[in-house]
């Protein structure tokens, strides 16, 4: 893909530090010392208490023309992007509440990308430290260029507090809100894919060291890695970048076998690491170790792959713990699927609620922002009302007939002339466009009577039952991300949307046979398989300039 290079300079610009905080209270005015004591002064400082229990919002009180905000906890990437949502900053600054910066960091940084209009973000070296700031080591990589393809190779930047962002890429990219590690890391793949970056070697940060550092889940981390990796895969054009791609997987993998292994060997208690004998990266890199130190004679240790009987794994894997497990052909335990008819025929209302509304409530509280002024749901309010609260000042319901006593508006989207061109400033639109023959005459009408930088929140079903009931006689559709991509870009430019898809084979099979959601195990509903699509969430803002 050709790179974008429309960045301007911008005269005295604002630098915003955004630093969120979970429970991490007691580190949290060491940060804030750091950013106070920056050569550079003309910055604001904003502290995102992601839900902490602890004295976060104390700490953060203590200190004048500090902008505090507080939410629920929903972690460290949704922080991050309310973070974004609330700077006024032209560039950014991303620092973890356990961290420091040095007091030249943003200065440094800011010449960097005055001078260097082009560039999306610049990144810098980092020192490691103890919690107690004792010095470890410092981190320096030279890398001059092809920066893409060297981060797909491995994560140069290390540390996230060494870059500075513009704050223009932000208008189109964010953190990933569904990942629980690497946020950052896919971040700068998304941003380098797209735009020039830079990297130089000034120390600009410290990274400092204790028990609870994320990093420390090792499992947690390579998977979640892979996973990132995987996603670049479709955006990929050159045979350079596959490879790169190929050779970060290997390097990652590796390194994080390491570490689990060095665990294992350097810990006082070993008998606690019995587990990992069910983990086939740990098999994997222990068998290797085994055959290496033996020389030749590991053939006779080869019974460790095959240590545990089929019957445990199954155990394990039901209990949570071995998670690589796939049973053998033939082995499948069926248990209560094995049969012709669902569980409920009413997608699980009868048994607590359906599966996919976990989704579409998670996205409609994730763009709870964009639902205000004068909004349109269809059918009931509801949705307007629990996400939009006192943000919302007219609550439009519409309705096919006027056999609804709650409608404001009575009418079909796929043709209503009568509701006027540019009226809403938000139009939700949850799992109604299957039920519409000339789906794009809808989308067609949303477009014309949102008003401009209006934002229409919709969803569509992908893998899904068929209503056993009226509804069953008017569902003519499913969806795939893909078809909403090109549907959609006839009516709203590709900058302008955010298209993303929801499930997994655990969903999607418990949602057919109409399992309510209180029955499932919700942890298994975020991991998410674009080629298990349940949900299709779809986020499209109108053109300011459009009439």
């Not at 919002?57 to 023309?65: L, Q, S, T």
């Not at 393809?149 to 569904?178: C, P």
Request: aromatic share 12%; with cysteine; net charge positive.
């Amino acid at each position: 893909m050709e790179k974008h290079d429309n960045f301007s300079k911008v005269n005295s610009p604002l630098v915003s530090i955004i630093i969120p905080c979970f429970n991490h209270g007691k580190y949290l005015s060491e940060a804030i010392d750091s950013c106070l004591r920056q050569t550079y002064k003309k910055i604001e400082i904003i502290i995102v208490d992601d839900g902490s229990t602890d004295n976060t919002k104390n700490v953060a009180k203590n200190y004048a023309n500090i902008i505090y905000l507080y939410q629920e906890n929903q972690g460290l990437p949704s922080a991050r992007n309310a973070g974004i949502k609330h700077s006024k900053g032209d560039f950014l600054v991303f620092l973890d509440a356990d961290d420091l910066l040095f007091e030249d960091a943003v200065a440094y940084n800011i010449e960097y990308l005055i001078k260097e209009t082009q560039l999306a973000f610049v990144s810098g070296a980092h020192q490691v430290s103890t919690i107690d700031n004792i010095k470890i080591k410092t981190i320096r990589e030279n890398v001059a260029s092809d920066h893409f393809q060297t981060l797909l190779k491995r994560n140069y930047i290390g540390m996230h507090a060494t870059v500075m962002f513009r704050r223009k890429v932000f208008d189109e990219i964010s953190y990933d809100s569904t990942l629980k590690a690497c946020e950052d890391y896919d971040l700068y793949l998304r941003i380098a894919q797209k735009y020039p970056i830079a990297h130089h070697r000034k120390v600009l940060s410290v990274y400092r060291m204790h028990q609870e550092n994320m990093s420390n889940n090792i499992s947690l981390m390579l998977s979640t890695v892979l996973k990132v990796l995987d996603r670049q895969k479709d955006n990929l054009s050159t045979k350079k970048d596959l490879l790169a791609l190929q050779e970060g997987k290997q390097n990652f993998t590796k390194y994080y076998q390491k570490l689990l292994y060095d665990q294992f060997k350097n810990s006082p208690n070993p008998s606690k690491y019995i587990l990992f004998l069910f983990d086939s990266n740990f098999i994997s890199i222990l068998y290797k170790k085994i055959k290496a130190n033996l020389m030749g004679r590991f053939k006779k240790y080869k019974f460790l792959k095959n240590i545990i009987p089929l019957k445990g794994k199954r155990i394990l894997f039901n209990l949570g713990i071995y998670k690589g497990f796939i049973p053998p052909i033939k082995n499948v335990k069926s248990g209560d699927f094995k049969r012709l008819r669902p569980f409920s025929k009413n997608f699980g209302y009868d048994r607590g609620g359906p599966i996919d509304r976990y989704y579409i409530e998670n996205f409609l509280a994730e763009s709870s922002d964009s639902i205000y002024g004068r909004a349109l749901e269809i059918g009931d309010n509801d949705y307007t009302l629990r996400f939009g609260k006192e943000m919302v000042k007219t609550s439009d319901i519409l309705h096919i007939n006027d056999t609804n006593p709650k409608a404001t508006i009575v009418g079909d989207l796929s043709e209503a002339p009568h509701i006027e061109d540019n009226s809403f400033d938000c139009i939700l639109l949850t799992q109604t466009l299957h039920l519409v023959y000339d789906y794009q005459s809808v989308i067609k009408t949303c477009h014309r009577i949102l008003k401009p930088g209006g934002t229409l929140l919709l969803t569509v079903p992908g893998i899904t039952p068929i209503d056993y009931g009226e509804w069953g006689y008017t569902w003519y559709w499913s969806f795939t991300g893909q078809a909403m991509k090109k549907i959609m870009a006839e009516y709203f430019p590709q900058s302008h949307l955010d298209i993303k898809t929801y499930g997994n084979v655990y969903a999607a099979t418990a949602f057919l046979y109409g399992m309510g959601l209180p029955e499932i195990n919700k942890e298994m509903l975020d991991y998410q398989d674009p080629s298990m699509q349940v949900i299709v969430t779809v986020k499209a803002i109108k053109e300011e300039n459009e009439n």
